[in-house]
């Protein structure tokens, strides 16, 4: 059984970077077809995808946080991270980690870590 | 990228059944097949229900259907019982090789 969990600072101030990291057990990261996505969710509100990244050779985001995110692996740890530079109370949120499977005939999320709330505060 | 277009809210009452909507555009929904459902209870992480429009994970109960007609896809959920109470979120893959999701629908059981 896959598990995720996120860790990382639960307060970051404005203009800095946030930077989280999910620790994979249970799989590698490094398996065909799967892919590694960050997900946030503000308080009393939907889920907002952030990006994925494929640990064979690709990375994708969201256009809305393109310029401000960036989605990295280490593999010999079994782990990916999140960095969104600059932020703003807006990206206050409590942020998910979760397994993507994509191929040619099917493309879901199906295993979710448990999530961490960061803040934004000065 | 514009989020897929849920109701708000949705309710029925114990063993009725109910169905939520999920309409995209020619750039996510209408083009494949990848439509999923997930389950969110407040305070936890969302659960997957459905996937690729119509499948069913291993676990989940087969009161809970999908499918999908042009740029909208559905998700019915029949025989509802109180712990089908929760917010239900659909997400499409996109022809930006991105994927988005549904703004989200509160399903109340009366």
């Known amino acids: 059984q896959v598990q995720l969990q996120e860790s990382g600072p639960g307060l970051v101030k404005p203009s800095q970077t946030l930077s989280l990291t999910c620790t994979v057990s249970?799989?590698?990261?490094?398996?065909?077809?799967?892919?590694w996505s960050w997900i946030r969710q503000p308080a009393g509100k939907g889920l907002e995808w952030i990006g994925r990244i494929y640990t064979r050779g690709s990375t994708n985001y969201n256009p809305s946080l393109k310029s401000r995110v960036t989605i990295s692996a280490d593999t010999s740890k079994n782990q990916f991270s999140l960095n969104l530079s600059s932020v703003t109370a807006a990206d206050m949120a409590v942020y998910y980690c979760a397994r993507l499977y994509c191929s040619s005939t099917s493309c879901y999320k199906d295993f979710w870590g448990q999530g961490t709330l960061v803040t934004v505060s000065s | 990228q514009s989020a897929l277009t849920q109701p708000a809210s949705v309710s029925g009452s114990p063993g009725q059944s109910i169905t939520i909507s999920c309409t995209g555009t020619?750039?996510?929904?209408?083009?494949?097949?990848?439509v999923s459902w997930y389950q969110q209870h407040p305070g936890r992480a969302p659960k997957l229900m459905i996937y690729d429009v119509s499948k069913r994970p291993s676990g989940v109960s087969n009161r809970f259907s999908g499918s999908k007609s042009g740029n909208t896809a559905s998700l019915t959920i029949s025989g509802l019982q109180a712990e089908d109470e929760a917010d239900y979120y659909c997400s499409s893959y996109t022809t930006s090789s991105t994927l988005v999701f549904g703004g989200g629908t509160k399903l109340t059981v009366l």
């Open positions: 020619s750039s996510d929904v209408g083009t494949y097949n990848y």
């Open positions: 249970g799989g590698s990261i490094n398996t065909m077809s799967y892919y």
